[in-house]
């Protein structure tokens, strides 16, 4: 167990709140200015471009197929793939796998 600092601990929620709140905000503006801009990829303020909304080689598989799924079906294959079985692995070395696991910090509050 690591005792912190009360102080420390008290910043890190406030700042966390923080960074919430403008996370949020920044994706409320962000959607507005997705929605003014439409099908346009510029985007101006007085005539001066601050950015841009392009079209990038990403494609929402799983809501296309939700959303089309008849037409997804003709496009549908069969795959076969070597895949590392983690789980295998865990349960046959543990200690290496426990040296590679990844860590996260969550602090409550």
Do not use: C, W
């Not at 167990?1 to 008290?10: H, R």
Request: a negative charge.
């Amino acid at each position: 167990m690591a005792e912190i600092d009360p102080q420390l601990y008290k910043d890190f929620v406030e700042a966390r709140a923080y960074a919430k709140q403008a996370a949020e905000l920044s994706d409320s503006l962000a959607a507005e200015i997705r929605a003014a801009a439409g099908e346009d990829e510029e985007l101006t303020v007085n005539g001066h471009k601050v950015g841009t909304y392009e079209r990038i080689n990403k494609f929402p598989v799983q809501r296309f197929i939700k959303e089309n799924k008849e037409l997804a079906e003709q496009f549908m294959v069969i795959k076969a793939s070597e895949v590392f079985d983690e789980v295998l692995f865990k349960r046959t070395l543990p200690a290496i796998y426990a040296r590679y696991q990844t860590r996260q910090l969550s602090i409550e509050g």
